[in-house]
């Protein structure tokens, strides 16, 4: 059973950064996409970035990017998502999520197999 539990979430004020984490058990890490999701209060659950296996590919929703990034690393079975310049509407619960079928960009929730728990991330001044 692989287990995913995100990391580093609370709350910053506007224009500030935050760095969530994933860290992944029990699962071949190496061998999974992996993803970040959102969900703020009363919206959709979003997809916002992720990255395959091996980190040769990434992608992005057009609204973090350019201010996201997100980055594993296989040797600590870890995934981390790189947040800059946030604003209030980045204010949400997020969520890692692994694709067993590592080598594409899975941006729908269907492609995902595992989920973790989510951390919280609010953004107010």
């Known amino acids: 059973q692989v287990k995913l539990e995100e990391s580093g979430g609370g709350w910053v004020p506007p224009g500030d950064s935050l760095t969530l984490s994933c860290a992944a058990s029990?699962?071949?890490?190496?061998?999974?996409?992996m993803g970040w999701w959102r969900q703020a209060p009363g919206k959709e659950r979003e997809w916002i970035a992720a990255?395959?296996?091996?980190?040769?590919?990434?992608g992005y929703a057009n609204s973090v990017k350019g201010r996201f990034a997100i980055s594993r690393d296989n040797a600590k079975n870890t995934a981390s998502l790189q947040m800059n310049n946030l604003n209030p509407d980045d204010t949400a619960v997020y969520y890692c999520?692994?694709?067993?079928?590592?080598?594409?960009?899975?941006?729908?929730?269907?492609?995902?197999?595992?989920w973790g728990q989510g951390t919280q991330v609010t953004v107010s001044s």
């Open positions: 999520a692994a694709d067993r079928y590592g080598v594409r960009i899975p941006t729908t929730s269907y492609e995902y197999d595992y």
């Open positions: 029990g699962g071949t890490f190496s061998y999974y996409a």
């Open positions: 990255i395959s296996w091996n980190g040769g590919e990434t």
